[in-house]
């Protein structure tokens, strides 16, 4: 199934997997290199995300590793408003989701700067105006799974059934949303979010699943502790095994890769394009 979202009234066509890249303009990103959070940074970060074939830059000024700590609204606006201006500046066309748990920043960045997406990995818990505020400026919303805080979430792993306690939480919210008039709605499970080690696998593992909600299904797994606990690596050296794990999310229906590292992941998607190319012609002969 191939699926459209609105993009300030034109429509972006996921038939074929794109790449998110991520720019986050924050001192405490837990992977060291994607800290650019100087405008000079972040303007060629953006230009080397486009260069790189990035659908869309995903913009943070918020760290959300575990037990980072929180900006307000107002704290966070500031640090976004000369950033998102330089961008709408230099790249006019470029499609911007802004990863933000607050409503205030949502409203601030699509109503004054032209962004296209927000992306919360709160699912409205951490701001309850987030829902009806994502209504009103009528874009689409990446709707995550999380329980607690990023300061909460690793001691929230608890779960009866993995699978089904994210799916029944997801299908919660996909209805509050769709009764609100939000229409464009992206799945993202939330890999490294009140999940350990082990569960992030079983959740990878069961992927495919999440086709069944009939809406995109984003995954962000790049360079994430789930990959360098497991191999007792680094994040500076987590690439090959992050593009092993994106490969493995578009065979299972990832439509959307949130990823540091562009070019790799556009590869990803053309060699998997190779693959399930031939896999059809062979069907049908």
Do not use: W
């Amino acid at each position: 199934m191939s699926y459209t979202i609105n993009i300030k009234g034109e429509l972006l066509d996921l038939s074929r997997s794109v790449v998110m890249g991520i720019l986050n303009i924050t001192p405490d990103s837990f992977y060291a290199d994607s800290r650019k959070p100087d405008i000079t940074g972040a303007l060629k970060r953006v230009e080397q995300c486009i260069a790189e074939g990035a659908t869309i830059i995903d913009i943070g000024a918020q760290s959300t590793r575990p037990a980072s700590d929180f900006l307000s609204a107002e704290d966070e606006i500031q640090r976004l408003a000369p950033v998102l201006e330089a961008i709408n500046k230099e790249f006019p066309q470029a499609v911007l989701s802004i990863d933000t748990f607050h409503a205030g920043v949502a409203r601030f960045c699509v109503q004054d700067h032209s962004v296209a997406i927000v992306n919360d990995i709160s699912g409205g818990e951490l701001d309850n105006k987030m829902f009806e505020t994502v209504a009103e400026l009528n874009v689409p919303y990446i709707l995550m799974h999380m329980r607690g805080t990023p300061q909460t979430m690793q001691q929230n792993t608890s779960y009866g059934n993995l699978l089904e306690d994210i799916v029944l939480y997801l299908t919660k919210k996909v209805r509050e949303l769709h009764l609100l008039g939000v229409n464009d709605i992206i799945i993202d499970p939330g890999f490294g979010f009140s999940k350990n080690v082990g569960q992030n696998y079983e959740l990878m593992s069961s992927l495919s699943f999440f086709k069944n909600f009939e809406l995109p299904l984003l995954v962000g797994i790049s360079r994430k502790s789930m990959i360098t606990k497991l191999l007792d690596i680094t994040a500076d050296e987590a690439l090959n095994a992050s593009t092993v794990l994106n490969t493995y999310a578009l065979l299972n229906g990832a439509d959307i890769l949130r990823v540091h590292d562009v070019k790799e992941a556009v590869q990803a998607i053309e060699l998997v394009e190779q693959l399930q190319g031939h896999t059809r012609s062979k069907t049908k002969e």
